[in-house]
């Protein structure tokens, strides 16, 4: 049972787009997290967010925590050939283990 | 700064044959450790994971086993490989009581 889910998983746009990234799901979670990660190397922390409704922002990256904590969203503005990778997103259950979404592969064409 | 290490980088193993990964964390203490194993651009699975020396917790029931030898360095084993072993692994760390982790650079593994 995929406890979280990404959509879309699949994602290819030219170069000044803008696009969302979405993280759903029926579970609760104390804190969500967004990764990204390049071929061959190891997911990268993004941000953590934790309160309901919470927002914030990374330079051209927007990220919000659903007021129930189920789901959030990562909004990318104006995207460049740089924001190329897959996106993660993962919650936090107990005993501090990490549940991960399937990812987003993101494509920026120039 | 905390930096946390694998090894090898990318290793290809013939099917039936032994498995150690190793991974090592410097600049903290008493980290929780956690291995992962990613299928071809997907999301991670989570094998294991530890929160002090001795102690592993084990998610999926398979033919891997991990261990814990010290405090800042964890294992990833096996006693004969099957094809399905292959895939990319990685080894992560989090203070104890937090959340975030931090991944190493993983180990491309394919079994022949």
């Known amino acids: 049972t995929q406890l979280l889910e990404q959509s879309p998983q699949f994602l290819s746009i030219q170069e000044g787009e803008n696009l969302t990234v979405y993280c759903n799901s029926s579970?609760?979670?104390?804190?969500l997290q967004w990764y990204r990660q390049e071929p061959g190397e190891g997911p990268v922390l993004l941000v953590t967010?934790?309160?309901?409704?919470e927002v914030k922002k990374l330079k051209r990256l927007t990220f919000q925590f659903g007021d129930a904590r189920k789901d959030s969203s990562l909004h990318i503005t104006a995207a460049q050939p740089g924001d190329t990778g897959l996106y993660l997103c993962?919650?936090?259950?107990?005993?501090?283990?990490?549940?991960f979404g399937q990812g987003t592969r993101l494509t920026i064409n120039p | 700064s905390q930096t946390i290490h694998q090894w090898p980088a990318t290793l290809v193993q013939p099917v039936g044959s032994p498995l150690s990964l190793e991974c090592t964390v410097e600049?903290?203490?008493?980290?929780?450790l956690y291995w992962y194993r990613q299928a071809a651009g997907r999301g991670l699975q989570l094998l294991f994971y530890?929160?002090?020396?001795?102690?592993i917790s084990s998610e999926v029931p398979q033919n891997l086993s991990a261990s814990r030898p010290q405090d800042r360095q964890f294992i990833l084993s096996s006693k004969k490989l099957l094809l399905s072993d292959s895939g990319f692994y990685l080894c992560?760390?989090?203070?104890?009581?937090?959340?975030?982790?931090?991944f190493g650079p993983g180990t491309r593994l394919t079994v022949t």
């Open positions: 530890s929160v002090g020396i001795g102690q």
């Open positions: 579970s609760v979670f104390s804190s």
């Open positions: 967010v934790v309160t309901g409704g």
């Open positions: 600049g903290t203490s008493n980290p929780n």
């Open positions: 993962a919650g936090a259950k107990g005993a501090q283990k990490l549940v």
């Open positions: 992560a760390w989090s203070r104890d009581g937090n959340y975030e982790q931090y």
